[in-house]
C-alpha cells in the first residue's frame, strides 16, 4: 500500500510560480513511477506529467510542456512538480499518482494510488 500526500497548493497570479510536492509512505518509492494529474471543475481528470521510478525518463502534457517541470527526491520519498507561467487554464485540482512499475504512462486507470489532491488557481 502506497499513501500520497500532496501540498503546496494556493492561488497566484497569472504568470507566477508554485511548487507542488508529494511526499510517499508505505513501500519503496524509487520502484513507483509517478504522476501528476489535475482536474478542472466539471472536466474529466487529464494527465499533466510523469516521471520514471530512477527519474531518467519524464513525459509532459503539450498544455504544460515548457512551463512545468516533474522531478523526485528518492531519499525523500518526494516527487515536485515546479509550475512557471501559470494561466487561468492550470486552475485545477491536482493530484499526486503512483504506479506499481518503474515506467511512467498517461492514463489515470495506470495508476493504483492517489492522493487526496490540491488546489491550484490562477487568477487573473
Known amino acids: 500500500q502506497v499513501q500520497l500526500v500532496e501540498s503546496g497548493g494556493g492561488l497566484v497570479q497569472v504568470g507566477d510560480s508554485l511548487r507542488l510536492s508529494c511526499t510517499a509512505s508505505?513501500?519503496?518509492?524509487?520502484?513507483?513511477?509517478m504522476g501528476w494529474f489535475r482536474q478542472a471543475p466539471g472536466k474529466e481528470r487529464e494527465f499533466a506529467t510523469a516521471i520514471s521510478g530512477g527519474g531518467s525518463t519524464t513525459y509532459y502534457a503539450d498544455s504544460v510542456k515548457g512551463r512545468f517541470t516533474i522531478s523526485r527526491d528518492n531519499a525523500k520519498n518526494t516527487v515536485y512538480l515546479q509550475m512557471n507561467s501559470l494561466k487561468p487554464e492550470d486552475t485545477a485540482v491536482y493530484y499526486c499518482?503512483?504506479?506499481?512499475?518503474?515506467?511512467?504512462?498517461?492514463?489515470?486507470?495506470?495508476?493504483?494510488?492517489w492522493g487526496q489532491g490540491t488546489q491550484v488557481t490562477v487568477s487573473s
Open positions: 499518482a503512483a504506479r506499481d512499475s518503474r515506467w511512467p504512462r498517461h492514463e489515470p486507470s495506470d495508476y493504483a494510488y
Open positions: 508505505g513501500r519503496t518509492f524509487n520502484t513507483a513511477a
